[in-house]
């Protein structure tokens, strides 16, 4: 067979044995699994340019009236339905039977579950066919949202759906660290919907995962829950500066920072970089997609302590011996004002503990110093005052030979 001429006719190759699939289910997972090619090769936003393809799709194939072509326009009508042209696709006159049942599914369940440090929520919601016979079994759409990146990270459908709730319930029920609740269905679709917009801008996919291929289907699906009735959850506001120094005295007063010492700490030195290196665990924190500076975690105090403080702070040796004892005194802290179990802060202060030495790697190399950030370390080595402009303007005089020369 000769190669397809243009992308439609690779749609077509691709689906050639769409009309002898069993079950709406199965051409939907074929159908949702074509259109990850196209979102996963887009370079501006994902979502309009599946749905923009479809519909080119939809009209470059108007005329084709094999059973295979016919059956996979109904497919990305009922995956895509605001495609241009989508409403008006008609059923050709071999198609299957299952056809009938393309999206005509019903929501059975709704659910959330995550970890408690609020790292990840992950939202699942159960759906079953009007007819299973020829609709297919009972499935599950979960969706995976990321709040240290502010992104719908992954998206998976897959059945049967009382085993991927059951499989849910049993790791939550056996896991302190994780939690499990009903939720209700509009939140769920606005929470879901809300970070996957963001993750349809992003030049770059997650790596691991279905995001891609199932992401069709499983908006389609979502899409047949109701708008949010509830508000929205709500993310902590930015700490003001009263907000600040109020937090900061409570956590210098607490059992917490008198276990690390930080309470004995004297000479001024010794407190500018107390001071310093709270500072950072606090700017840090805003700096996240949800700027809580008591959610805490190990991969939070890994996104700090092995690259945020590295890329954005010059740290002298007095910060760099500081910042670890601060960072595991803060994790204990966090824990105890947040009511997590003790098993979350013991975990979170042995992943610290074991990243210190990376930490120290990282420090002394440089080698996760931003431009600026590694331009103001060499002033600071060289005696230069980095707030002083003067003094700037005349080491950069001196050496404007050498940043010739290095450029």
């Not at 302190?176 to 809300?194: A, I, Q, Y």
Request: charged content about 25%.
């Amino acid at each position: 067979m000769a190669a397809p001429q243009n992308p439609y006719d690779a749609v077509l190759h691709a689906a050639r044995d769409v009309a002898k699939l069993d079950c709406a289910l199965d051409a939907e997972m074929l159908g949702t699994a074509l259109l990850g090619s196209v979102y996963s090769v887009a370079v501006t936003d994902r979502a309009t340019a599946v749905r923009e393809f479809v519909g080119q799709f939809l009209s470059a194939t108007s005329r084709r009236r094999t059973a295979s072509a016919t059956t996979i326009r109904e497919v990305f009508a009922a995956l895509v339905p605001d495609a241009p042209g989508a409403a008006e696709v008609r059923r050709g006159t071999q198609a299957p039977a299952w056809t009938e049942q393309l999206g005509r599914v019903r929501p059975t369940g709704c659910y959330a579950y995550g970890d408690v440090y609020g790292d990840q929520t992950s939202y699942l919601v159960t759906f079953a066919y009007d007819d299973p016979e020829d609709g297919g079994p009972a499935h599950a759409v979960v969706a995976l949202v990321d709040h240290n990146i502010g992104i719908t990270k992954d998206i998976f459908v897959g059945g049967p759906a009382e085993r991927v709730l059951g499989q849910v319930r049993e790791m939550c029920a056996t896991d302190e660290l994780t939690w499990f609740r009903e939720e209700d269905p509009g939140r769920l679709r606005g929470e879901v919907s809300k970070h996957l917009e963001i993750t349809d801008g992003l030049s770059e996919l997650p790596s691991d995962g279905n995001l891609a291929t199932d992401r069709a289907l499983a908006t389609a699906r979502l899409g047949l829950l109701p708008a949010s009735t509830v508000p929205a959850l709500a993310e902590p506001p930015e700490l003001s500066g009263p907000d600040r120094e109020r937090l900061l005295r409570d956590f210098l007063s607490s059992p917490e920072a008198a276990r690390f010492t930080l309470n004995d700490v004297s000479g001024d030195d010794e407190l500018a970089s107390l001071h310093f290196c709270l500072s950072l665990i606090l700017d840090h924190a805003a700096s996240l997609p949800e700027p809580d500076p008591l959610r805490w975690s190990p991969a939070v105090a890994g996104l700090f302590l092995l690259d945020w403080v590295h890329r954005r702070a010059v740290l002298d040796m007095d910060d760099a011996a500081m910042l670890p004892r601060v960072t595991r005194a803060w994790s204990a802290y966090a824990t105890r004002k947040r009511g997590l179990p003790a098993a979350a802060w013991e975990q979170t202060d042995t992943v610290v503990e074991e990243m210190i030495p990376e930490f120290a790697r990282l420090y002394a190399t440089g080698e996760k110093r931003s431009p600026a950030t590694a331009a103001v370390a060499q002033l600071i080595s060289e005696g230069v005052d980095p707030n002083d402009t003067d003094a700037i303007d005349a080491w950069i005089e001196t050496n404007r030979h050498r940043l010739t020369d290095d450029s």
